[in-house]
């Protein structure tokens, strides 16, 4: 069996308070239910933008989370500011652009070699392990062991997009993915190699001493292909989970809102 630590990210729980500025949903609720059953992480993003978790929420998860907390960040000089002096059990360095619904590919790690590094030497001097979000490519994971990185975050969303086109239910707003006009047998075959990229860049990471996670897009459908990879040896998964809870949860809601109105 092959048993991979669920880093279970709590964002989507933020996003939903910001959308009233109340305290509700709690962040720390979230976060004690989760590691309450079976979360063996919490992941969570500070945003240059704030969008969802806000400073206040990442030092008192932090402070008072029972299981570790990775704490992913850009390599904005501010940020990192911060975050060395919240001292997360690990930071792991994304890219970031105002204008994206979400992390959209891994970091440039040729284009922004220096400033990468830079961020890296100011966490360890810190005390943070420090794990890079990258492409699933042999390139990108050498270029993380040069940069001093002990850990790679593979990311999955080529795989997990394909994975929807292929295989799913899941319907895409976004009509332009040109992708979705493509012949099934051509998207099998994306799909099949979109996993290969990510087995030998978890066998590579692996053999080179970094640790390696994997993550974004991966749900309830797709993330046994991810079962089948021994290098990995974590899962982030945010939306996926939040989402399924809004409908495990719904029921109970209603019925309980109904039952107080019941006179
Ligand atoms: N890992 C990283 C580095 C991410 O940026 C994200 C998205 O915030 C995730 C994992 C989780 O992705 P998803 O919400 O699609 O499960």
């Known amino acids: 069996m092959n048993t991979m630590k669920l880093g279970v990210n709590i964002d989507h729980v933020a996003v939903l308070r910001e959308a009233r500025r109340v305290n509700d949903p709690d962040i720390m609720q979230a976060l004690y239910v989760a590691s309450a059953n079976g979360a063996d992480q919490i992941t969570i993003h500070l945003r240059e933008d704030r969008r969802h978790i806000q400073d206040s929420d990442a030092k008192k998860i932090i402070q008072s989370s029972s299981i570790p ?18 001292k997360p059990h690990r930071a792991t360095l994304v890219p ?31 005390v943070i392990p420090v794990s890079l979000f990258i492409d699933p490519s042999i390139e990108a994971v050498n270029q993380s062991r040069k940069l001093g990185a002990e850990m790679v975050e593979l990311h999955t969303g080529t795989f997990a997009n394909l994975y929807a086109m292929l295989h799913s239910s899941l319907s895409y707003s976004n009509h332009s993915i040109k992708e979705l006009e493509l012949p099934r047998n051509h998207l099998a075959s994306m799909l099949e190699k979109s996993l290969e990229d990510i087995k030998n860049a978890a ?36 939306q996926s989970i939040i989402a399924r809870s809004v409908f495990s949860g719904l029921a109970d809601a209603v019925k309980e809102m109904k039952r107080i109105t019941t006179r």
Not at 69 to 86: F, G, M, P, Q, Y
């Open 69 to 86: 907390v990775n704490l992913e960040c850009s390599i904005n000089t501010d940020i990192l500011n911060i975050v060395c002096a919240l």
């Open 203 to 238: 066998v590579h990471a692996h053999s080179l001493g970094l640790e390696v996670a994997a993550g974004h897009g991966l749900n309830y459908h797709n993330v046994s292909h991810m079962m089948d990879i021994k290098e990995i040896i974590e899962l982030n998964i945010g």
């Open 96 to 126: 970031e652009k105002r204008e994206e619904v979400t992390t959209e590919g891994g970091l440039d790690v040729f284009g922004h070699e220096d400033a990468i590094a830079y961020a890296i030497e100011q966490l360890h001097d810190s």
